[in-house]
């Protein structure tokens, strides 16, 4: 009988086990809290969390509560009635951290989350604060979206693959003093005035987009293997003394507070290199720039131009400025432009308008870029306005504007 007994317990014990294991592989599709209480006992879900379309259930609080890891992928999403979603106990979510497409979502506590594979947070009106307590250490890529945000705060990555912030109306400050490098960063179509802190920032191996920026700590940026660029900004000065090289496009656009460039160690320019729109009277801070390879456009009330080194324009020349003090220093004679149009005169009574951007925020959350068609309509380097619309898709501001910038340089060259 004993031998018996024990048999049985040893049945029951084993059947609970296989259970508690088939409860907590898999992925789970969400329709109620009870749902999420039946893996309650999971520290680890092999498998993802899917949370969509509570709309007929009237929920507006779901609790994850004892899961710490997630293997998979966290989706929650249209579910207009949620306004908190937490998660008390998670630490890491191996693929995409997504929350997105809900408008009364107003609390999102995820205090022990440290790592994710992918952070997405889109179109949540009422997401006023970030609630990552213990800071996330690790993402592949941050996308932050039409929210309610007034800061970014507790996200104290080191590297990261896309950082994209845009159409985030009360954001005030961005604050990532750990990030040393990026593949691409946009922040554009935020709110007009956004304090940004990438204080440790060192290389970007794509496109850097700062929109509508007032502060910026990008200091220690030695390198963008794609295009840099600052347009309608409130910045008084731009300083990037140990940067060497931007592999394509340099921009300065419609920041009309902008007095001061400092870019003392660059020497080359991949693609084109614009100032447009500016308070700038003395174009300079550029000591050792000697090569650009697109075209050279500098609109403006500038009374001096001055790149002691500057050899090699591969592409044209624009040059306009409204003061009648300015006294053109390039010359023809001088080979140094290489592009077939070339224009360098003051006392204009108004400058070109063929390099100015508009931008425009779309309904969904995604912004957009316009520009004023130039002379002919080939691409210098072939990038293109890229947008994505969001929740299904999110722009690439930084693509557009770099598009427009070379699509300029390229007419100019020919």
């Known amino acids: 009988m004993l031998f018996k007994s024990l048999s049985l317990s040893f049945l029951l014990l084993a059947s609970r086990v296989l259970a508690d294991n088939d409860n907590c592989s898999g992925d789970k599709n969400v329709t109620a809290q009870s749902d999420l209480d039946n893996i309650k006992s999971c520290s680890k879900l092999d498998g993802s969390l899917h949370v969509d379309n509570l709309q007929a259930s009237g929920i507006t609080v779901l ?35 997504s929350i997105h497409d809900m408008t009364r979502l107003n609390s999102l506590p995820a205090p022990k989350l440290n790592e994710v594979g ?55 400050s961005i604050d990532m003093p750990q990030l040393e490098t990026a593949s691409s960063i946009n922040i554009a179509a935020n709110a007009k005035k956004v304090d940004v802190n990438f204080s440790k920032l060192a290389n970007v191996s794509s496109d850097a987009n700062f929109n509508g920026i007032s502060n910026v700590f990008v200091g220690n940026l030695k390198s963008t293997k794609g295009s840099l660029g600052f347009t309608d900004t409130s910045l008084n000065n731009v300083s990037l003394p140990y940067l060497t090289s931007v592999s ?55 009374s001096e131009v001055d790149f002691p080194k500057l050899s090699d324009v591969r592409g044209s020349l624009l040059v306009e400025s409204k003061s009648s003090n300015f006294s053109c220093p390039f010359k023809k004679s001088d080979d140094v ?33 316009s520009s004023a068609s130039g002379s002919d309509s080939s691409a210098e380097h072939g990038k293109s306005a890229s947008s994505q619309k969001s929740g299904a898709s999110t722009v690439a501001f930084s693509a557009g504007v770099v598009g427009i910038v070379t699509l300029f340089g390229a007419a100019l060259s020919l």
Do not use: R
């Open 63 to 97: 609790n994850i509560v004892g899961v710490k890891e997630v293997t998979g992928g966290i989706v929650v999403s249209n579910s207009p009635h949620l306004e908190t979603v937490n998660f008390p106990d998670l630490e890491t979510v191996d693929g995409t951290f």
């Open 118 to 172: 992918s952070l997405e947070l889109k179109v949540l009106p009422n997401l006023g604060e970030l609630q990552f307590n213990n800071g996330i250490k690790k993402a592949n890529n941050v996308e932050i979206v039409n929210t309610g945000l007034q800061s970014i705060k507790g996200i104290d990555i080191t590297n990261i693959g896309t950082f994209n912030i845009n159409n985030n109306k009360y954001i005030q």
């Open 248 to 302: 394509q496009s340099l921009y300065f656009m419609d920041s009309t507070d902008l007095n001061s460039l400092s870019l003392p160690n660059l020497t080359s320019v991949g693609g084109s290199f614009t100032i447009n729109n500016t308070d700038l009277v003395k174009v300079s801070g550029f000591p050792k720039l000697s090569e650009v390879g697109g075209g050279l456009t500098l609109l403006g009330n500038y």
């Open 337 to 369: 432009i290489k592009g077939n149009d070339w224009t360098c005169k003051g006392a204009v009574s108004s400058i070109a308008k063929s390099s100015s951007v508009s931008n425009t925020a779309t309904s969904d959350g995604s912004s957009a870029t």
